[in-house]
């Protein structure tokens, strides 16, 4: 039994090779693509909206109110990066259920990767709203004495974001797959219904936590005695 779409090599050559992972993740973006071309090649402001358009709408605004409950800033600067992140997740994980779709999600490069995105998001953001050097002094506060344990909390809870998708996607395939071979009628069925459930839930988690991580660097900077700058 495969851990992850890693091991299956579709083509090599030299250090450069296409697998499992690489080709779903290029279907899960294509797939995102041709439903935003779909939703935005006619767009409208009146009433008279077509069903792609009001499914756009309720997703977009969707996200910017839960984006704007987590961080308490205005949300339109983070729903590129948050939506991209969560709309990939999701729709990698509910391809789950098509047989023969491994989840790119249920590698660990993947998952990491996305996590390496949080990662610079992170800084990127703070930076661009309170400038380097407010941010950087955040690591050294209340003492330089701080620095590595703030470098350490940083990436460690990057690498949890990252195994905690990777782990649920990946023992929810497994397991899967195990129930498929013991009891191939009842069970599968019921665990595809929860694995639905759960790709769902686990993109909205690493989306909120994303989120969060990029909002308390705003709430460090309020309580260093700056002005709010959530709005």
Excluded: K
Aim: aromatic share 10%; glycine share 6%; net charge negative.
């Amino acid at each position: 039994m495969r851990i992850s779409p890693d091991a299956v090599v579709l083509w090599q050559w030299g250090f450069a090779q296409l697998n499992l992972t690489i080709l779903f993740t290029w279907l899960v973006m294509a797939l995102l693509l041709l439903f935003a071309f779909i939703a935005t090649r006619r767009l409208r402001s009146d009433e008279h909206l077509d069903h792609w358009q009001n499914l756009l709408e309720a997703i977009v605004e969707g996200m910017l109110t839960q984006i704007r409950e987590i961080t308490q800033a205005e949300p339109e600067p983070f729903l590129p990066f948050l939506g991209s992140l969560f709309l990939f997740i999701v729709v990698a994980n509910v391809l789950s259920v098509v047989p023969g779709f491994e989840p790119p999600t249920g590698s660990l490069s993947t998952t990491a990767a996305l996590a390496a995105c949080v990662f610079v998001a992170v800084p990127g953001y703070g930076i661009a709203r309170i400038g380097l050097t407010d941010y950087l002094r955040n690591y050294i506060r209340p003492s330089p004495l701080m620095l590595p344990f703030t470098v350490i909390g940083e990436l460690s809870r990057i690498l949890a974001l990252a195994m905690r998708l990777f782990g649920n996607v990946m023992s929810g395939t497994m397991i899967a797959a195990v129930l498929l071979a013991v009891t191939p009628l009842l069970f599968p069925v019921v665990m595809q219904l929860l694995g639905l459930l759960t790709g769902v839930v686990q993109a909205y988690i690493f989306a909120v936590l994303a989120a969060v991580y990029i909002g308390a660097g705003f709430e460090i900077q309020d309580r260093s005695g700056r002005p709010e700058t959530t709005t």
